[in-house]
């Protein structure tokens, strides 16, 4: 039998945990996806949203579908008290609607810091691809901290943290897409440098600029350990 076409051992997925705007949040890593406790997301994250109709009515606008989990997940929850024994069932989210829903409800009526004009002529283009596409600029003067606003969108002319820009768009939001595997934790790899940078020297300064910029604050030296590997060593 040909191991590649079995199912997986554990397919209610690793139980573990994860981080959602600064709160520690139980889930399960199923299929390289981390699916997270939806009760613990409300009473946490979105506690400041009491109605329950609010939430349903993001969901229902971005598509985001939340399941139940299985049997097996359920049992996990109780064993570990993070549930009740008492509990009938429990819903799921991705961490990828997860992301999509909390800047929705958090940052959708809120209005970020403007950049000062002087700045913006000492920063550089950068773009991400992620839920409708944004460009910016990074102003690096301003990344002092992990949590700085430091990049302006070039649509609205706001700052946003390096997290934040990555789930940010004014086009459309792609709420029909199947998304999956996103993290804004991950946003080193989702900025990439503007594409109207064609000079070979100019280019090749900038991305170094933002290599260096990325390995920053980068606490868990993944970005650092990538860039080292990439690396060939001299002859």
């Known amino acids: ?9 554990h397919p209610q997925g690793r139980q573990c945990e994860t981080v959602l705007e600064g709160e520690t949040i139980s889930c399960f890593v199923v299929g390289g996806e981390k699916r997270l406790w939806l009760p613990q997301v409300t009473h946490t994250v979105l506690r400041d949203f009491s109605l329950l109709q609010q939430i349903n009515s993001v969901c229902d606008e971005l598509h985001i579908y939340c399941s139940r989990c299985t049997a097996d997940q359920l049992e996990i929850l109780k064993v570990m008290g993070i549930l009740p024994f008492s509990a009938p069932s429990c819903g799921l989210i991705t961490k990828t609607d997860a992301e999509r829903l909390c800047n929705a409800l958090i940052y959708g009526g809120a ?5 000062k004009k002087e700045l ?11 839920f409708g596409k944004c460009k910016g600029l990074f102003v690096p003067e301003l990344y ?10 070039m649509d609205c002319r706001l700052m946003y943290p390096t997290h934040k820009f990555v789930v940010h768009s004014h086009k459309a939001q792609e709420n029909r897409t199947c998304h999956w595997g996103f993290d804004s934790a991950n946003w080193r790899a989702y900025v990439l440098l503007g594409q109207d940078y064609t000079g070979k020297e100019e280019k090749s300064r900038l991305e170094q600029l933002l290599d260096e910029i990325k390995e920053k604050f980068d606490f868990a030296n993944k970005y650092k350990r990538k860039s080292a590997f990439l690396v060939k060593p001299s002859l």
Do not use: G, V, W
């Open 144 to 153: 002092t901290s992990p949590n700085a606003a430091c990049i302006q969108c």
């Open 111 to 115: 209005y970020p810091p403007r950049c």
């Open 120 to 130: 913006t002529e000492r920063s550089f283009k950068i773009y991400h691809e992620c």
């Open 1 to 9: 039998i040909d191991k590649r076409i079995l199912p997986p051992p």
